[in-house]
């Protein structure tokens, strides 16, 4: 939880590795802004806000809509297949989603990655790649979060509903090499998450002042 502390020594035998090992961790987790460290607390999960996320959301938009518009001017018949594959992958978990949202959110953020990046797979960039995959690892929690906060099924339908059709609108325009209309719902797509971040982060606050709560009374 953002700002919960690290124990070097309980990570260690949490995990059966080194003393070494885990501080290297840590330090790679510090330069990809996930962990913060000081000199006298040591290392702890990173704290967010809600304007850093926002920024982030738009940026990754932008840059996946020029990836796809790259990507459909590069396009081949392996790249739509690989989209087709993808796409048929992600809309069979998503309906996974409304019985089960906690039990299939890893499974289905893996296959939303793996579409996204399907679709600009074929840009010519891996740095753009680079880039792009940070930005969509770095807020995978909040993705997560927001899964749990969808607690009645109507929620969770009318989301599987919206996210199922933009995908698919998503799709059709990489075949149909439509780079307007991918564009733009790209950046919708994208962008709409913004609307849920302050529920999203409330909740990952309050879990963790549980967290901590619970700590104390031990």
Same mark, same amino acid.
């Given at each position: 939880?953002?700002?919960?502390?690290?124990?070097?020594?309980?990570?260690?035998? /949490?995990?059966?590795?080194?003393?070494?090992?885990?501080?290297?961790?840590?330090?790679?987790?510090?330069?990809?802004?996930?962990?913060?460290?000081?000199?006298?607390?040591?290392?702890?999960?990173?704290?967010?806000?809600?304007?850093?996320?926002?920024?982030?959301?738009?940026?990754?938009?932008?840059?996946?809509?020029?990836?796809?518009?790259?990507?459909?001017?590069?396009?081949?018949?392996?790249?739509?297949?690989?989209?087709?594959?993808?796409?048929?992958?992600?809309?069979?978990?998503?309906?996974?989603?409304?019985?089960?949202?906690?039990?299939?959110?890893?499974?289905?953020?893996?296959?939303? &990655?793996?579409?996204?990046?399907?679709?600009?797979?074929?840009?010519?960039?891996?740095?753009?790649?680079?880039? !792009?995959?940070?930005?969509?690892?770095?807020?995978? &929690?909040?993705?997560?979060?927001?899964?749990?906060?969808?607690?009645?099924?109507?929620?969770? /339908?009318?989301?599987?509903?919206?996210?199922?059709?933009?995908?698919?609108?998503?799709?059709?325009?990489?075949?149909?090499?439509? !780079?307007?209309?991918?564009?733009?719902?790209?950046?919708?797509? !994208?962008?709409?998450? !913004?609307?849920?971040?302050?529920?999203?982060?409330?909740?990952?606050?309050?879990?963790?002042?549980?967290?901590?709560?619970?700590?104390?009374?031990?």
């Amino acid at each position: 939880m953002p700002g919960a502390r690290l124990n070097i020594e309980a990570l260690k035998r /949490e995990h059966d590795i080194s003393h070494p090992s885990v501080r290297e961790a840590l330090a790679l987790l510090v330069g990809e802004g996930y962990v913060v460290s000081d000199a006298n607390k040591g290392f702890a999960v990173a704290e967010t806000s809600l304007d850093e996320q926002r920024d982030s959301a738009r940026v990754r938009a932008e840059l996946e809509a020029m990836g796809f518009e790259w990507s459909v001017k590069n396009g081949t018949t392996d790249w739509r297949a690989h989209i087709v594959a993808s796409h048929y992958a992600l809309a069979q978990v998503e309906t996974e989603m409304v019985d089960d949202p906690l039990g299939h959110a890893l499974e289905w953020d893996d296959r939303n &990655r793996a579409f996204h990046f399907a679709l600009i797979a074929n840009c010519g960039s891996p740095k753009l790649m680079e880039i !792009i995959g940070s930005l969509y690892d770095h807020s995978k &929690r909040y993705r997560l979060a927001a899964h749990s906060n969808r607690a009645a099924v109507t929620d969770r /339908e009318m989301w599987v509903a919206g996210s199922s059709a933009e995908h698919n609108a998503l799709k059709d325009a990489a075949l149909n090499g439509d !780079i307007e209309s991918g564009r733009e719902t790209l950046k919708k797509h !994208i962008t709409k998450a !913004i609307a849920e971040m302050p529920t999203t982060l409330g909740v990952l606050g309050q879990e963790s002042q549980n967290a901590k709560g619970t700590k104390r009374v031990r």
